[in-house]
């Protein structure tokens, strides 16, 4: 037996016999809720309570960085450097968790408890991203125990603020390039195209927040007194809402089109198909009608409505509003000239005839989108070493669909950034009833064992060969 499969065989024992969930149940109990203020004593007890004490064990040194931004909201930098002359691997997770949700989780589970029901890991945290970075972690543990040493330098960064913005953390790497120093990230967030696919994405589809609203007059008016005489600002919001996209949510905005969804990313996303997993149904209806599906969401702009109000949809009365409002979201790709999109649909809206419409930008930051070239070193890398522990074609999305600071690793560190999640797009992210799948899990552990083992290995063959 070779090292390689002892270490592989270690860390299955570390999943099938509770070692995993064990930690797990740990991390899950810390309520580090980053969007709320009362708890962000919760988000220091995390990285000094759990995660330092995991990393010094495994010979790492430790330190809490100040957030340039957000006092209350920390971060962790751990490093491990064998030799100067080695490669430096970057790994990133994030600690906090989004809103809790208490009394929308069904009954017998809580969010900062951890309960196994055949398959799954309920509890707050397991999917995003607690149950990730423990993953990875514990593959470190498991090559520094077998080999003795990892065969790498590895530094690590752990933030507590990703569920709001990831506050300060763009301005952290910029004041701090030479700590953060790296060869590649390699981390892990997101879920899996499928839960039984192993998955590497290389960047992710950016976010942009803001408000649609009209505003004609203070207070409401009786409709049958001023019904045919008062303009409906629901009505208005309603058609300026038709003129970005059409009734299948075509984008009409011409510069939210984008031009990068190349022959060469069309090809990858070939082997990329969605849906049949435990989740909504896709409805094929729905979206650019000469895409696929698997096109409509990795490597094309959609637009959506996140909520809508007019009047008092709880007790309505027979008034015409005053006021109409739509929180609004567009998920973009790279292609999309970010600084242009709310001019662009000003723009357009102009030409439309909606001048009395008013877009507001949301006051929460979101992240950009990015990519990295599927056939980058790094990615082919990455895939063998996946292939070669999972017996598995790995997918390989150009991005993920949804958003994570990515651009701070791709643009201000200028790194390589190939991320393999751990979840599921079933888990219950960010919704009650929250979940890691443990067989995911196990193979997880697996191949992220095997990958920081070949690295590792792929150092040491190199420094044969130089000196031979």
Same mark, same amino acid.
């Given at each position: 037996? #070779?090292?390689?499969?002892?270490?592989?065989?270690?860390?299955?024992?570390?999943?099938? #016999?509770?070692?995993?969930?064990? &930690?797990?149940?740990?991390?899950?109990?810390?309520?580090? %809720?980053?969007?709320?203020?009362?708890?962000?004593? &919760?988000?220091? =007890?995390?990285?000094?309570?759990?995660?330092?004490?995991?990393? @010094?064990?495994?010979?790492?040194?430790?330190?809490?960085?100040?957030?340039?931004?957000?006092?209350?909201?920390?971060?962790?930098?751990?490093?491990?450097? /064998?030799?100067?002359?080695?490669?430096?691997?970057?790994?990133?997770?994030?600690?906090?968790?989004?809103?809790?949700?208490?009394?929308?989780?069904?009954?017998?589970?809580?969010?900062?408890?951890?309960?196994?029901?055949?398959?799954?890991?309920?509890?707050?945290? #397991?999917?995003?991203?607690?149950?990730?970075?423990?993953?990875?972690?514990?593959?470190?543990?498991?090559?520094?125990?077998?080999?003795?040493?990892?065969?790498?330098?590895?530094?690590?960064?752990?933030?507590?603020?990703?569920? $709001?913005?990831?506050?300060?953390?763009?301005?952290?790497?910029?004041?701090?390039?030479?700590?953060?120093?790296?060869?590649?990230?390699?981390?892990?967030?997101?879920? =899996?195209?499928?839960? @039984?696919?192993?998955?590497?994405?290389?960047?992710?589809?950016?976010?942009?927040?803001?408000?649609?609203?009209?505003?004609?007059?203070?207070?409401? +008016?009786?409709?049958?007194?001023?019904?045919?005489?008062?303009?409906?600002?629901?009505?208005?919001?309603?058609?300026?809402?038709? !003129?970005?996209?059409?009734?299948?949510?075509?984008?009409?905005?011409?510069?939210?089109?984008? #031009?990068?969804?190349?022959?060469?990313?069309?090809?990858?996303?070939?082997?990329?198909?969605?849906?049949?997993?435990?989740?909504?149904?896709?409805?094929?209806?729905?979206? &650019?009608?000469?895409?696929?599906?698997?096109?409509?969401?990795?490597?094309?702009?959609?637009?959506?409505?996140?909520?809508?109000?007019?009047?008092?949809?709880?007790?309505? *009365?027979? !008034?015409?509003?005053?006021?109409?409002?739509?929180? $609004?979201?567009?998920?973009?790709?790279?292609?999309?000239?970010?600084?242009?999109?709310?001019?662009?649909?000003?723009? +357009?809206?102009?030409?439309?005839?909606?001048?009395?419409?008013?877009?507001?930008?949301? /006051?929460?930051?979101?992240?950009?989108?990015?990519?990295?070239?599927?056939? +980058?070193?790094?990615?082919?890398? *990455?895939?063998?070493?996946?292939?070669?522990?999972?017996?598995?074609?790995?997918?390989?999305?150009?991005?993920?669909?949804?958003?994570?600071?990515?651009? $701070?690793?791709?643009?201000?560190?200028?790194?390589?950034?190939?991320?393999?999640?751990?979840?599921?797009?079933?888990?219950?992210? +960010?919704?009650?009833?929250?979940?890691?799948?443990?067989?995911?899990?196990? %193979?997880?552990?697996?191949?992220?064992?095997?990958?920081?083992?070949?690295?590792?290995?792929?150092?040491?063959?190199?420094? &044969?060969?130089?000196?031979?």
């Amino acid at each position: 037996m #070779t090292d390689r499969n002892t270490a592989l065989d270690a860390i299955a024992r570390y999943a099938d #016999t509770g070692g995993f969930t064990d &930690e797990l149940a740990g991390l899950v109990a810390i309520g580090s %809720e980053s969007q709320d203020p009362a708890g962000r004593a &919760e988000l220091a =007890r995390y990285l000094d309570e759990a995660m330092i004490p995991m990393l @010094e064990t495994m010979g790492f040194a430790c330190r809490i960085l100040a957030n340039p931004l957000d006092a209350g909201i920390p971060f962790l930098f751990a490093e491990r450097i /064998e030799s100067p002359d080695l490669e430096t691997i970057l790994v990133y997770g994030h600690g906090d968790v989004i809103r809790a949700q208490t009394d929308q989780w069904r009954d017998g589970l809580a969010p900062f408890s951890l309960v196994i029901e055949g398959d799954r890991a309920y509890g707050r945290g #397991t999917a995003d991203n607690k149950g990730q970075h423990l993953i990875n972690f514990a593959a470190l543990r498991e090559i520094i125990a077998t080999r003795g040493a990892l065969g790498f330098n590895c530094k690590i960064i752990l933030e507590m603020g990703e569920e $709001c913005g990831s506050p300060g953390l763009n301005e952290l790497f910029a004041a701090n390039r030479g700590l953060l120093k790296a060869d590649v990230l390699i981390a892990s967030d997101g879920p =899996r195209l499928h839960p @039984e696919r192993p998955t590497m994405f290389m960047g992710s589809r950016g976010a942009v927040n803001f408000d649609l609203r009209v505003t004609l007059r203070e207070g409401a +008016h009786h409709s049958g007194n001023w019904g045919g005489l008062l303009k409906d600002p629901a009505t208005i919001l309603a058609h300026a809402i038709a !003129a970005i996209v059409d009734r299948r949510g075509q984008i009409k905005v011409p510069e939210w089109r984008p #031009t990068s969804l190349t022959p060469a990313v069309r090809k990858a996303l070939e082997d990329c198909p969605v849906g049949g997993f435990d989740g909504p149904t896709i409805d094929t209806d729905w979206g &650019e009608e000469s895409l696929t599906p698997s096109e409509r969401v990795f490597g094309w702009n959609s637009f959506a409505v996140l909520a809508q109000k007019s009047g008092v949809p709880e007790a309505p *009365v027979n !008034a015409i509003s005053g006021m109409a409002n739509a929180h $609004c979201q567009l998920r973009y790709v790279v292609g999309t000239d970010p600084d242009d999109i709310l001019p662009a649909l000003r723009r +357009h809206l102009d030409r439309e005839g909606f001048d009395d419409v008013e877009i507001i930008p949301a /006051e929460r930051g979101f992240f950009h989108a990015t990519r990295l070239d599927p056939d +980058h070193p790094w990615v082919k890398r *990455v895939a063998a070493s996946v292939s070669a522990t999972t017996g598995k074609r790995p997918a390989i999305l150009p991005n993920l669909a949804g958003s994570i600071p990515n651009e $701070c690793f791709s643009e201000t560190l200028g790194l390589p950034t190939v991320w393999l999640p751990h979840s599921y797009p079933g888990c219950s992210q +960010h919704a009650p009833n929250e979940h890691i799948l443990l067989s995911s899990s196990r %193979e997880a552990l697996q191949l992220m064992t095997g990958l920081f083992w070949d690295i590792g290995a792929d150092v040491q063959a190199q420094k &044969e060969r130089q000196h031979a």
